[in-house]
C-alpha cells in the first residue's frame, strides 16, 4: 500500500509538526509505503494535488484538521474525475476534526487503524456554487451568527478553544439578524434569521452536535435553521448543541434535502469544513456516494 501524506504543520497549532515524525514512524512499522507533501502555505495544498500523480497511490491522506481535508478534497475534485480518485484518509490532528467523527476517527491514531485496515466506505459530498465555480464539502456549510463567530474567534485563534468563547459573547453582545429566502427541493422558507447550517455530518466545532440525525451516505444534507431569538434565548440554547438537544427549540427547525438554493440581505459569508470561504447567494447539492473514505 502507497500512500500520499499532505500535511499541514500548522493544523491544531502546530501539532502537524511535531506528529509527524511519528506517524511517520508508525506507519513505517506497519510496512506502508509513503511519501509526504508538506504545505507550505496558505493555497499550496491546491497545487500539490494539481502536481500529484495519483495513479501511483492507493490512498491519499489528510494530516491536519477540517480544513485541510477541505482543501485536499477540492484540489482532488478540481483536478480529477471523481471515478479516477483513490481513497481518501484523515489523520485528525486539528483543533476541531468533525468531519472525522464520522468515520469513527478521534485520534490521529485512530487515522492510522483506518489506513492500516484499508476499508474505504462510499460517502455523500456537497457542492455549493460561487458564481459560475462549484466548491465542495464533506463536513458542513453555514452561515450567520455561527459564521461570525468562527470569524471572531480567528482573531482570537492564539488563545485556542477559548477563542469561540470570546466570539461567542461578542457576537452574542452585537446580535443581529439578517432576511433569508431559502428553497428547500422547490419549498420557500422566508424571514429573519440568526443561522443556517447545510449538514453533511454530525458535528461542528469539535464535539458539537448540530445535526444528530445527519448521515454521510443517505442522499440528503439536513439542514438546521434557527430563526430570531432573544440574545437570552441564544445563550441558553447554545450549551445544548454538545448533545444535539437544541433543534427542540420553538425558533430551530430540521430539515432534509437533496438540494437548496439560498439568498440573504445582506449578503452573509459562508463557513464550509471551517474554512470561512464564499458568500451568499449559492446553491447546495447533494452528490450521493461520490468519495470513498477510508
Not at 480518485?85 to 472525522?100: D, R, T, V
Request: positive net charge; charged residues 20%; contains cysteine.
Amino acid at each position: 500500500m502507497k500512500l500520499a501524506l499532505i500535511v499541514n504543520p500548522y493544523a491544531g497549532g502546530k501539532k502537524g509538526e511535531k506528529l509527524l515524525p511519528l506517524i511517520e514512524k508508525k506507519l513505517s512499522l506497519n510496512r506502508i509505503d509513503f511519501h509526504t507533501y508538506v504545505s507550505l502555505y496558505h493555497g499550496h495544498i491546491f497545487k500539490i494535488i494539481s502536481e500529484l500523480k495519483i495513479k501511483e497511490y492507493d490512498a491519499i491522506i489528510s494530516i491536519g484538521g477540517d480544513g485541510t481535508n477541505f482543501y485536499v478534497l477540492n484540489g482532488l475534485l478540481a483536478n480529477f474525475k471523481p471515478k479516477k480518485i483513490p481513497p481518501l484518509g484523515i489523520i485528525p490532528i486539528g483543533s476541531g476534526n468533525s468531519f472525522a467523527k464520522d468515520l469513527n476517527i478521534h485520534h490521529y491514531e485512530d487515522g492510522i487503524r483506518s489506513i492500516v485496515e484499508n476499508n474505504p466506505r462510499w460517502i455523500d459530498v456537497c457542492s455549493f456554487t460561487q458564481a459560475e465555480k462549484k466548491f465542495y464539502f464533506v463536513n458542513l456549510t453555514g452561515l450567520g451568527f455561527v459564521t461570525d463567530v468562527a470569524k471572531t474567534a480567528q482573531k482570537f485563534k492564539y488563545f485556542g478553544d477559548f477563542s469561540y468563547i470570546i466570539g461567542v459573547l461578542y457576537r452574542t453582545a452585537k446580535l443581529c439578524f439578517h432576511y433569508m429566502e431559502l428553497e428547500i427541493d422547490g419549498k420557500i422558507i422566508s424571514g429573519e434569521n440568526c443561522f443556517v447550517e447545510f449538514c453533511n455530518s454530525r458535528f461542528t466545532g469539535g464535539n458539537m452536535l448540530m445535526a444528530p440525525d445527519a448521515k454521510i451516505d443517505d442522499g440528503y444534507m439536513d439542514i438546521i435553521i434557527a430563526g430570531k431569538l432573544s440574545r437570552t434565548s441564544l445563550l441558553a440554547t447554545l450549551p445544548k448543541i454538545f448533545k444535539g438537544t437544541h433543534i427542540d427549540h420553538p425558533a430551530v427547525r430540521h430539515f432534509t434535502a437533496r438540494k437548496a438554493k439560498i439568498k440573504t440581505w445582506p449578503a452573509k459569508t459562508l463557513l464550509p469544513d471551517g474554512e470561512v470561504f464564499g458568500t451568499t447567494p449559492t446553491t447546495i447539492n447533494v452528490h450521493h456516494k461520490m468519495i470513498r473514505y477510508l
